[in-house]
């Protein structure tokens, strides 16, 4: 298996533009989450889905970041327009019910 | 309201000696507790999971233990190499259905 999948792996954008994150996770996993981590504040976690519904979108910091997950093997991360504290590692990590979790390798962030 | 911490935030022992890290926990209904490992600049491995039900788990020359009922969990790591140096973080999930609670990590230096 090759592993939780992530793309792009670095993106560098400007101030107010749109910016999609992509995953496909682990065949067979039915838990997906999205994370964010900087050095101010750790690891948070966005929102996470199970069987492709969303659960806790708790973490989404505002109406700019959304995610959706239209299949099994596909989700995506945006966020509309995006701002430089925007900057960040998003993760994205999966799982299969009450077993242990996987994250992919993070695409790194930059906003101008 | 469960809570992780890891202490010390950060440690630096010379190659060769073993070693601990501490992770403990608020609550000690857990389903699982999950330890993982972060290289610089890079995604999380999971290093280990021990089921509550559990109260080790080894895998090389690590060696993770769990007592719920003084809420604890440490990571035992053997003749460390310079290899070994990252950050470490453990995480809780309190239900197999839910999201994993996570500490903020313990960054490991070994000197060679």
């Known amino acids: 298996d090759a592993g939780v999948i992530q793309s792009p792996r670095h993106e560098v954008t400007e101030m107010g533009q749109e910016v999609t994150l992509r995953c496909k996770p682990i065949s067979g996993h039915d838990y997906l989450f999205w994370y964010r981590q900087t050095m101010m504040r750790g690891l948070e976690l966005l929102i996470y889905?199970?069987?492709?519904?969303?659960?806790?979108d708790s973490g989404m910091p505002e109406d700019r970041f959304s995610a959706k997950m239209p299949n099994a093997s596909f989700s995506t991360l945006k966020i509309q327009p995006s701002e430089p504290r925007d900057s960040a590692v998003y993760f994205c990590a999966s799982r299969p019910t009450g077993y242990e979790q996987f994250f992919g390798p993070g695409t790194r962030l930059t906003v101008l | 309201k469960q809570e992780v911490t890891q202490i010390p935030a950060a440690l630096s022992v010379p190659e060769g000696e073993n070693l601990v890290l501490n992770c403990s926990f608020t609550?000690?209904?857990?389903?699982?507790l999950q330890w993982f490992r972060q290289d610089p600049g890079k995604g999380l491995t999971s290093l280990l999971l021990i089921q509550s039900s559990q109260r080790e788990q080894t895998s090389g020359r690590l060696n993770a233990s769990l007592d719920k009922s003084s809420g604890r969990s440490t990571l035992y790591i053997a003749a460390s190499q310079p290899g070994d140096s990252a950050t470490y973080l453990c995480?809780?999930?309190?239900?197999?259905?839910?999201?994993?609670?996570w500490g903020a990590g313990t960054k490991l230096i070994i000197k060679p």
């Open positions: 609550d000690s209904a857990i389903y699982n």
């Open positions: 889905f199970n069987n492709n519904v969303p659960i806790d």
């Open positions: 995480a809780v999930r309190p239900n197999s259905n839910y999201q994993l609670i």
